[in-house]
């Protein structure tokens, strides 16, 4: 397979031709997905520094394999990515500096890659097993110039520039959300490396603090209360609905009943207030409809209750298909495809793990 650290946006699943070829993989369109997988793949496939869950090899693995035919040489090439991305985590911890974001969340960094080898479904992995043993590395907090930091605080925002006194990123896609719910995914498939439980309850204990926030800064970090919450728009990717999933399965994870119903309480509240609903403006995966809706159906099926997100889920759905067509891209992320897979409503091809919904 030909590798190159290039970036093409077909072979990115966000945007590109793989996340289309994922809504013709559910639909059972497989001459269409060949289509648009040979798009994706006609200049290679990144297994630089860039690859991650959703950019080359493995991207290119998740939606492959969503087909049953995630072959050798693809698999190959994302173990190699595996290995150097940890390879690098390692040599910062033992430099003493902060992550970035790109280490270890989620659309970028090892909590996708963790999510990716899960998929796999054969016997746990060495890489797997090394993998959720970093993750479980970011619940010890550090010491930067004489001050305690949580493991995973990083000195750069999540706009790529430097933070005064860094910031603490809260969630599903580029915060501490995303390896809570990989971590507690991985107990749910009874997969546990020592000090799991332990990390699952340092995520999820910070997330009751701040979960308010799009992320923590340094002066909320050290005051007396949580800061308030802001009026922000709740989705997927920022926002408590995200969060609730990762705090749900994390009650699941730890056998914590109460955890595990204040989620859903969450979930039940947000979709039924007004006020949090008028912020969403499109139907997007990322932070729109579709994402709200496919969240809110797995949050339902893990409910002791599903039918109090009846409703709910049925006026997303609504919503969802009105403002479907006036998405201008045609990919996963943020475009048609990922919300035509929402409104569709399967899952056939469990497509809902690659945003750790599921």
């Given amino acids: 397979m030909t590798t190159t650290t290039l970036p093409s946006p077909t072979q990115d699943l966000s945007e590109g031709s793989l996340g289309m070829a994922l809504l013709d993989i559910e639909r059972g369109d497989l001459p269409t997905a060949r289509r648009h997988l040979a798009q994706a793949t006609a200049h290679g496939v990144s297994a630089g520094g860039n690859a991650s869950l959703f950019h080359g ?13 995630a072959g050798r040489d693809v698999r190959d090439a994302v173990d190699r990515v595996v290995d150097a991305r940890l390879a690098a985590a390692q040599r910062r911890q033992a430099s003493g500096a902060l992550p970035h974001l790109a280490e270890w969340d989620l659309i970028r960094g090892l909590a996708g890659l963790g999510a990716l080898l ?3 479904g054969a016997a746990p992995s060495t890489r797997l097993t090394a993998v959720l043993a970093y993750l479980v590395s970011l619940a010890r907090p550090v010491r930067i110039a004489g001050r305690e930091l949580p493991g995973w605080w990083s000195a750069v925002g999540p706009d790529g520039e430097k933070m005064a006194g860094g910031h603490g990123n809260n969630g599903m896609a580029h915060g501490i959300a995303g390896p809570l719910t ?4 991985a107990a749910r498939h009874d997969v546990q490396v020592p000090g799991q439980r332990d990390a699952i309850e340092v995520f999820a204990r910070w997330l009751d603090r701040f979960e308010g926030g799009y992320w923590t800064t340094h002066a909320q970090l050290n005051a007396a209360e949580p800061p308030e919450a802001e009026p922000a728009r709740q989705s997927w990717c920022y926002g408590r609905p995200g969060i609730a999933r990762a705090q749900q399965l994390a ?5 914590d009943p109460a955890r595990r119903q204040a989620a859903e309480d ?6 039924n207030d007004r006020s ?3 912020r969403i403006t499109d139907a997007t995966l990322c932070h729109g409809w579709a994402g709200l809706v496919t969240l809110a159906r797995a949050v339902a099926a893990d409910s002791s209750a599903p039918q109090r997100f009846t409703l709910a889920i049925g006026d997303l759905q609504q919503r ?5 067509h006036r998405l201008p891209k045609p990919g996963f992320m ?14 056939a091809t469990d497509w809902t793990s690659a945003l750790l919904i599921t």
């Avoid at 493995?58 to 969503?66: G, H, M, S, T």
């Avoid at 009650?251 to 056998?255: D, H």
């Fill in 266 to 271: 969450t979930v039940a509240r947000t979709l």
């Fill in 251 to 255: 009650g699941m994870a730890l056998g």
């Fill in 276 to 278: 949090h609903l008028a």
């Fill in 320 to 324: 969802l298909a009105a403002d479907l």
């Fill in 118 to 120: 899960l998929t796999r």
């Fill in 182 to 185: 990989v971590l507690s995914l």
């Fill in 57 to 69: 090899a493995p991207a290119l693995e998740f939606v492959l394999a969503r087909a049953g035919h």
């Fill in 334 to 347: 943020e475009g048609r495809s990922g919300a035509q897979l929402a409104l569709t409503g399967t899952n």
